[in-house]
């Protein structure tokens, strides 16, 4: 069965710095690409990064880029996302996500975590 | 970037109805469009994929149509296990994807 639970989450000042985890379980993660997702409280999904199996391609919403980095240890089964320069609007919950290809274009999102909840506040 | 504009925003339907979601993008995406139902607290969980394909396990009153910019999905039988959020999410562009605003479903 896939599992990928996420955690890390928690309480920070805006400016500060946070680093999500995402640990993984139950199939191959070295072959697939992963993904974060963010909902806001309330609110939407909004797609955040992405980043291939051997980390070649790596993509951020704008919303993040830069201040956002994804990364990956395929030898620990593990995502990351480290968060700098928090900012209100990244309040939300964090989910993890694997991709399922059908075709190089086509594919979706198929097994997510629970979600890591991040709250920027001061 | 691709902008996906889902309309309604919300809906109320009795069950049994039959219940449709647009999704619309803002410029062709093809076939690439997915759809996704979120319960509340809970993760989002994919319903359709490449616009019309049923993921494995999902009820076949469950169906999405559509190409280019225009796309729906059809509940042909409103259940009252559908309540949900629905979100459409285009994978056209790799380098970023979009998904829309979401369509609240409630039972009347």
Redesign the interface.
């Known amino acids: 069965e896939v599992l990928l639970v996420e955690s890390g989450g928690g309480l920070v000042k805006p400016g500060g710095s946070l680093r999500l985890s995402c640990s993984a379980s139950g199939f191959t993660f070295s072959s697939y690409t992963m993904?974060w997702?963010r909902q806001a409280p309330g609110k939407?999904?909004?797609?955040v990064s992405?980043i291939t199996s051997s980390s070649t391609?790596i993509?951020y919403?704008?919303s993040v880029e830069g201040r956002f980095t994804v990364s990956r240890d395929n030898a620990e089964n593990s995502l990351y996302l480290q968060m700098n320069s928090l900012i209100v609007e990244d309040t939300a919950v964090y989910?993890c996500?694997t991709t399922e290809y059908?075709s190089p274009?086509?594919?979706?999102?198929?097994s997510?975590?629970?979600?890591a909840l991040v709250t920027v506040s001061s | 970037d691709i902008q996906m504009t889902q309309s309604p925003s919300s809906l109320s339907a009795s069950v049994g109805d039959r219940v449709t979601i647009t999704c619309r993008a803002s410029q062709s995406i093809s076939s690439y469009l997915n759809w996704y139902q979120q319960k509340p607290g809970k993760a989002p969980k994919v319903l359709i994929y490449v616009a019309s394909s049923l993921q494995d396990g999902v009820p076949s009153r469950f169906s999405g149509r559509g190409s280019g910019t225009e796309f729906t999905l059809t509940i042909s039988s409103l259940h009252p296990e559908d309540v949900a959020t629905y979100y459409c999410q285009q994978t056209f562009s790799d380098s970023s994807l979009t998904f829309g605003g979401g369509t609240k479903v409630e039972i009347k």
């Open positions: 993904n997702v939407g999904l909004e797609w992405s391609y993509y919403a704008d989910y996500a059908r274009q086509a594919y979706y999102f198929d997510w975590g629970q979600g």
